[in-house]
């Protein structure tokens, strides 16, 4: 499946800074996700969003504000990130209402630099 | 605790050999599903194979297999034939709760895979 995009797929930005990560999925879906995926670490699940409404917050800081204005399309708007900030961010989206089933099909990733 | 362990931080197979790849889960929830990703190094995740916890039958999709053991609680990846495209980091996942809709994955740390020639 190769229905969902990101961009950038590269970003470098300063503390300072204030930016946004898109994901656009083709596929039909209706959940959309942000994941972070540092180094060494397992990815974490940040957002969650189903039928544009945030179904979870996995304490993220506030400094990441994600905004869904439809089932197709999910930002995360940055501001004043710290270097440790420094990441892969994947974007995923399922069908969800389906019995068991609900796989999750993720875009390329936006590799975040913050100096 | 975690819930998702997959001991073995990096794994060498030779071309057209078999390998499998460990994972281990932690549930006191019924439904659940178990997916595997594949993770090139270009960073998409690419999902290649899932088990229900109430499935009967190990899954299985082309060369992808999952040995389900459920009472142990391991959910291994089998890649028969391997191929040097095969190379990447692969991640064992697992769903909570699968008749709710929308809920996360949980993911282990990732095997990283590399075949030679």
């Known amino acids: 499946e190769t229905g969902v995009t990101q961009t950038p797929r590269h970003l470098v930005m300063g503390m300072t800074n204030k930016k946004s990560l898109k994901c656009e999925q083709h596929l039909g879906h209706n959940a959309m996700y942000w994941y972070k995926q540092s180094a060494k670490k397992p990815l974490e699940l940040m957002f969650v969003y189903n039928f544009k409404e945030q179904t979870e917050n996995n304490s993220v800081p506030s400094r990441f504000s994600p905004e869904c204005p439809n089932s197709s399309h999910l930002f995360l708007h940055l501001h004043t990130l710290q270097p440790e900030d420094s990441a892969l961010y994947l974007c995923?989206?399922?069908?969800?209402?389906?019995?068991?089933?609900?796989?999750?099909?993720f875009g390329p990733g936006t590799r975040l630099l913050v100096l | 605790a975690q819930k998702i362990t997959q001991t073995q931080p990096g794994m060498f197979v030779q071309e057209k050999e078999a390998v499998t790849l460990d994972c281990t889960y932690d549930?006191?929830?019924?439904?659940?599903?178990l997916f595997w990703y594949k993770q090139p190094s270009s960073g998409e995740m690419i999902f290649l194979i899932y088990?229900?916890?109430?499935?009967?039958q190990n899954a299985t999709e082309g060369r992808y297999s999952l040995n389900f053991q459920k009472a142990r609680k391991s959910a291994n990846l089998v890649i028969s034939a391997s191929q040097l495209g095969d190379s990447a980091m692969y991640f064992c996942a697992m769903r909570e709760g699968i008749l709710q809709a929308g809920t996360a994955l949980i993911f282990g740390k990732g095997t990283t895979l590399s075949v030679s020639s």
């Open positions: 995923a989206s399922s069908r969800t209402g389906t019995t068991g089933v609900e796989t999750q099909y």
């Open positions: 088990q229900g916890s109430y499935d009967q």
């Open positions: 549930t006191s929830d019924p439904s659940y599903g």
